[in-house]
């Protein structure tokens, strides 16, 4: 989910677990979803992207799911391993006027236990 | 990893300073961006290019303005670095609709 003040959600699992972090957007114009990771000190890492004429994409070991009804992006990650540590966030093109501009969301900080 | 490079990485300043940051590609993407990341905030844009010496405005431009004189060089310069500007800067290259690779940022604190 997004973040409220400065604190990130966060989400807690044990390695080997599937993890799923979820994402609200907010412009139903969204043509174009991406998902980054962050890991500390580090620049966002693209994960994987979906257009709005899908319902669900696969990666290696990671799935994303859009819902246009509700305007709710998840991504989920299987089998989660400790590398797997890092802040996840979600990015729309359709809210800043034009669709080769992102909006990026405040990110998940996902920690897996090992 | 896109070929993306930025310079400095770490950089201390005083209040009033120019600051000028580099972003250098190897991709020959059309497109290049600045953002910032700060606690609480995401990552904003700042300014982006869409090609040789044509740029625009982001959501956070105050105080920041660009340069693109090549394809593969996006310069980001703070006239006069206040410590509301201390962050960490990031710059992303694109091709256009589609996926943005970012460089390893540049960590500014303005004293």
């Not at chain 1, 000190?41 to 819902?67: A, E, Y």
């Not at chain 2, 020959?28 to 904003?44: A, E, F, K, S, T």
């Amino acid at each position: 989910g997004e973040s409220v003040g400065l604190h990130l959600p966060t989400l807690s699992v044990q390695e080997g677990d599937n993890s799923i972090i979820n994402c609200a957007y907010s412009n139903s114009a969204s043509d174009y979803f991406i998902w980054y990771k962050q890991e500390s000190g580090k620049g966002p890492q693209f994960i994987i992207d979906i257009r709005s004429n899908m319902d669900k994409r696969q990666g290696q070991r990671v799935t994303v799911l859009l819902n246009k009804t509700v305007k709710h992006l998840s991504l989920q990650i299987a089998a989660t391993q400790p590398g797997d540590s890092a802040v996840y966030f979600c990015a729309e093109n359709g809210s800043g006027g034009s669709n080769y501009k992102l909006t990026f969301g405040k990110g998940t900080l996902l920690t897996v236990n090992p | 990893d896109a070929g993306i490079t930025q310079s400095p990485r770490h950089k201390v300043t005083e209040t009033g300073t120019p600051v000028t940051l580099r972003c250098h590609q190897t991709e020959n993407h059309r497109y290049m961006y600045w953002y910032r990341q700060d606690p609480g905030h995401g990552l904003r844009l700042i300014h982006y290019s869409y090609g040789v010496k044509d740029t625009d405005k982001g959501e956070v431009s105050d105080g920041y303005s660009v340069s693109r004189s090549k394809t593969e060089d996006f310069l980001l310069t703070l006239e006069s670095a206040t410590s509301s500007q201390t962050s960490v800067y990031f710059c992303a290259i694109s091709e256009g609709a589609a996926r943005q690779y970012f460089g390893p940022g540049t960590r500014l604190t303005v004293l």
